[in-house]
């Protein structure tokens, strides 16, 4: 029984380690100074026009039946 245990212990470390080490093998990668300005452009955003967005939000705020992930609840009538 206690070679059992002994066993599914040490498989347990080692997969762990080989979990460890799979997911953070390629975790970290630096921007190189010449890669900023390309990624600071405004098609690079993950929002490019925050006006634009705001103004879907509202939208899509008033007219569906209920919020999902902004953490208000309403109806369709746009009384909120």
């Known amino acids: 029984m206690q070679t059992k245990n002994k066993i599914n212990v040490i498989l347990n470390f ?12 390629c975790a970290y990668e630096s921007v190189k100074p010449w ?12 929002v490019p026009d925050t006006l634009e967005n705001e103004s879907d ?15 208000v609840g309403g109806g369709g009538c746009g009384c909120n």
């Not at 080692?14 to 093998?25: E, K, M, Q, Y």
């Not at 890669?35 to 993950?46: E, F, I, N, P, T």
Request: hydrophobic share 50%; charged share 15%; net charge neutral.
């Open 14 to 25: 080692v997969l762990s380690g080989i979990l460890l080490v799979l997911s953070v093998g």
């Open 35 to 46: 890669h900023r300005g390309v990624l600071a452009a405004d098609s690079a955003q993950l």
């Open 57 to 71: 939000e509202h939208i899509y705020f008033s007219k569906e039946a209920a919020k999902a992930g902004q953490g």
